[in-house]
């Protein structure tokens, strides 16, 4: 029997100098522009008015004391976009604290250093009075783009979504973001004043490119007295807490079938991967856990926390991660062979949640300690605990961003692989479905870009019980499990579709008055063990269920491949889901953007991600890439990776018509750059963007070059950005096309058509879009070295067609000619 194992190619790549041919400025609208005297004298008079009562109001506040420059906040035109770097100097120190958006505009809160202010001065009187060398005003795109200045108080330090400012007596914790010149100091500083203040700050802060976040809690008013404080201060939010989503259910005794399946169980060794929970606990005293759950890979956020799980989530959690749904597995008589491991790291307290809600940090030292202690051993983190996100809803919040850089290996060079779940809807399930999903926003951190972010579907028909008599099933098979949260209500910002896949979460039913109940058989049956309760079986549901069972099936592809990164094994999974009928009946192909925000790519196969087949191929490239350089000291694109793929061209030729898919999936981990600045700009939350692009038919490589990168383009052409010859057509159908493909850190697309067409196909270039790495080369990022992961698949229903077997034959091709040419 053959071992139909992914091929992992090497040595595919050519790197190729880069130019985006659409990179450069832009167009700003046309008329109705101000008239610039009146337009730029109004904005002298609003900087001065602006700049003399900043000054009034800071200097002889407690906040302003030691304020060596001066906030004001610019509010964007209603019909012109304001250029963030046009706010800044690097030179003057001129910095942008946050973005807040009010309405339909941006206001950015600009710090300008004391005597400074005259750089905007003069380059309002110049846009008066001068012209630049084409004829336009100078500096027009800064102009045109602010409607008005206004001095700055506390209130626009307020970045939270919800723009109501809090009550001033009111208490609660806050995300507090200090501006971070890299030493340390300012946090040190402020945990001093805040000391003498009598403000209870948490024990962990958050460190980011410019920022330090550290949990405080405070009110307004205490805020309003705080020395020096706009000396530090970037921004202000309120953190988020969990409101603690944990099943009550009802187990059933079944320890006799429990002891017969660990019989039949083989389990893996010390050394396998694993998955790591972070959540309640595990208890490790269950039959079904004890052998994959070592005490010493059971640990605690707190020291004085016992590792014990005294509310059931966890345990729940890590049944599943192990086995998956265990009821088949009971009943049968099959031999069983696990192929990961469990740890825990406990992040929630017994009784109610974490004071401080430091989830970012809790999350990110938890990670940690599992890697202290077996540091040598690969493993998938799995955080099926969520929190509200009413307020932010797909916004970068100091949680989701935490786990983007931690994911990304920011502070260590080290990537990780995390699993959240989407979040639940907690009142009213199923009451108003499958409406109240599409407008209730996925939780956060679910909205992180690094982490796969897990839904749920279901399958569970209509069970035979007696009980749910007169009852009827809320959700259709392969459609969405009534308590999913979505990212419809996201809208079309340009924010990563999420969830990324859906697993099984179990249904709902419901009579018809409405009465909504679950049962039994409409769960996934795991393992429980609490205090309270001698039974070791229980049922869990929903997105939680959801995202332990594809925690644990990335563990087995980390088994199965050992040297797949975390980019790799997370693109394995999105790259091997699907769409059930029922997902496409709903939203048709007009719509599949909308089925993007509800069920991500659909409903990941374990078979299709581990192995391939006679007529399926899958070729899986892992390589480093350096998007940007410098030239001189300007930021360019640096290079594009043209791959050639081991296609079988003759016998692709040969069989002309017959229809064939090929499918492509680019996985890479972003670094964050969180601060309510960065998401006001595109390309300013992610370090750097990638995407890909496959040879069109009768493109020669040549065309497919001058097509994707202007850099041997003749001058007048790149002055025109026009490229000299026209490109080729492409006549494949590509199922979500680049702009549907290209949101967040992973995009996967594929096509149906010829083999003909496909023998055409073997070139698949990967080259960089912009990010913050690029943008701001202040913070000397601009030549950094990033990773990708890049997974191919072409398939045929044909039976008679062996396409394993004939790029097999190519890949072996090629390498004895590679062979031959080096000696």
């Not at 945990?191 to 203040?197: H, K, L, N, P, Y």
């Not at 990941?604 to 350089?629: F, H, N, S, W």
């Amino acid at each position: 029997m053959p071992d139909f194992r992914h091929f992992i190619l090497t040595g595919t790549a050519s790197k190729e100098p880069y130019t985006s041919p659409g990179g450069g400025g832009g167009t700003f609208k046309s008329p109705p522009r101000p008239e610039r005297r009146t337009h730029g004298e109004k904005l002298l008079r609003r900087l001065a008015a602006a700049e003399k009562s900043a000054n009034r109001r800071l200097r002889n506040s407690p906040i302003g004391q030691g304020l060596q420059f001066i906030p004001l906040d610019f509010e964007e035109s209603s019909a012109f976009h304001i250029e963030l770097e046009r706010l800044e100097s690097d030179t003057r120190g001129i910095r942008v604290l946050n973005a807040r958006s009010r309405g339909s505009r941006v206001r950015y809160l600009v710090a300008v250093p004391d005597g400074q202010v005259e750089y905007f001065a003069k380059r309002f009187r110049d846009y008066i009075s001068a012209d630049t060398r084409t004829g336009k005003p100078k500096n027009e795109p800064l102009a045109i783009g602010i409607q008005d200045i206004r001095p700055s108080d506390l209130a626009e330090y307020w970045t939270d979504a919800d723009e109501t400012l809090p009550l001033r007596e009111e208490q609660f914790w806050w995300e507090v973001w200090l501006i971070d010149d890299g030493s340390g100091a300012v946090g040190r500083t402020f945990r001093d004043i805040a000391a003498g203040q009598s403000i209870r700050l948490s024990d962990q802060f958050v460190r980011f490119p410019e920022r330090t976040v550290i949990l405080a809690f405070a009110s307004f008013g205490e805020w309003e007295q705080f020395p020096g404080l706009l000396r530090f201060l970037a921004e202000f939010r309120r953190a988020n807490v969990i409101t603690g989503e944990l099943l009550r259910l009802t187990p059933v005794d079944q320890s006799e079938f429990i002891a017969d399946l660990v019989r039949r169980t083989s389990f893996a060794n010390t050394n396998a991967p694993a998955v790591c929970i972070l959540d309640t606990g595990v208890n490790r005293g269950h039959p079904l856990l004890a052998p994959a759950l070592l005490e010493v890979d059971t640990q605690t956020w707190r020291p004085e926390w016992t590792p014990a799980d005294l509310r059931g989530h966890g345990t729940e959690v890590a049944g599943l991660a192990l086995y998956g749904d265990i009821g088949g597995k009971l009943a049968d008589q099959l031999p069983y062979a696990l192929s990961h491991r469990l740890e825990s790291v406990k992040v929630l307290p017994n009784v109610g949640d974490n004071d401080p809600p430091d989830y970012g940090p809790i999350t990110a030292g938890s990670m940690a300690m599992a890697e202290r202690q077996a540091p040598e051993r690969n493993r998938t983190f799995c955080m099926a605990i969520t929190a509200p996100s009413d307020r932010d809803a797909w916004r970068p919040s100091l949680w989701s961003a935490t786990i983007d850089k931690v994911c990304a290996g920011m502070d260590d060079d080290n990537r990780r692989l995390l699993i959240v779940s989407a979040g639940n809807i907690r009142d009213a399930v199923g009451v108003n479905y499958p409406d109240e999903n599409l407008v209730t926003s996925i939780e956060d951190p679910g909205q992180s870009w690094n982490a796969l972010t897990v839904g749920a579907y279901t399958d569970k028909v209509w069970p035979d019980e007696e009980a749910l008599e007169g009852y009827e099933l809320i959700a259709p098979r392969g459609g969405l499990s009534p308590a999913s949260r979505t990212s419809l209500s996201w809208g079309e910002n340009e924010w990563p579709f999420k969830p990324d896949v859906v697993c099984e979460g179990g249904n709902y039913a419901k009579d018809r008055h409405g009465l909504v109940t679950t049962s039994d058989n409409l769960q996934l049956l795991t393992t429980q063990l609490v205090p309270t309760s001698d039974a070791l079986l229980g049922t869990s549901k929903d997105t939680s269920a959801a995202a332990a069972q594809i925690a644990g099936m990335a563990a087995t592809l980390q088994a199965e491949y050992r040297s797949f990164w975390p980019e790799t094994i997370r693109a394995l999974i999105v790259h091997s889901a699907t769409w059930t009928p029922r997902m496409r009946q709903e939203f048709a192909h007009a719509h599949r953007h909308d089925r993007l925000r509800v069920y991500g790519w659909g409903v990941p196969d374990m078979e299709l991600a581990r192995r391939c087949a006679k007529g399926i191929a899958t070729m899986v490239i892992q390589e480093e890439i350096q998007p940007y350089r410098l030239d001189g000291t300007e930021p360019k694109s640096n290079e594009l990776h043209l791959h050639s793929l081991p296609l079988p061209r003759d016998i692709l030729l040969d069989l002309g018509s017959t229809p064939v898919k090929m499918r492509i999936t680019l996985s890479y981990l972003i670094e964050p750059n969180p601060s309510r600045r960065g998401w006001a700009a595109r390309y300013r939350y992610a370090s750097h963007g990638l995407r890909f692009d496959v040879r069109r038919p009768d493109e020669t490589r040549a065309r497919m070059l001058n097509r994707l990168s202007s850099e041997e383009w003749p001058a007048e052409n790149r002055r025109s950005r026009k490229p000299p010859q026209a490109a080729a057509n492409d006549v494949r159908e590509w199922e979500l096309r680049s702009r549907l493909q290209t949101r967040g850190s992973i995009h996967s697309d594929y096509w149906t058509g010829s083999a003909a067409v496909l023998a055409t196909s073997d070139l698949v270039a990967v080259y960089p879009v912009t990010g913050w790495w690029r943008e701001q080369p202040r913070l000397g990022f601009v030549e950094k070295k990033t990773r990708y992961s890049m997974i191919v698949t072409i398939s045929t229903d044909s039976s008679d067609i062996e396409l394993y077997q004939a790029i097999e034959d190519e890949i072996v091709i090629r390498s004895r000619v590679e062979t031959t040419i080096s000696t």
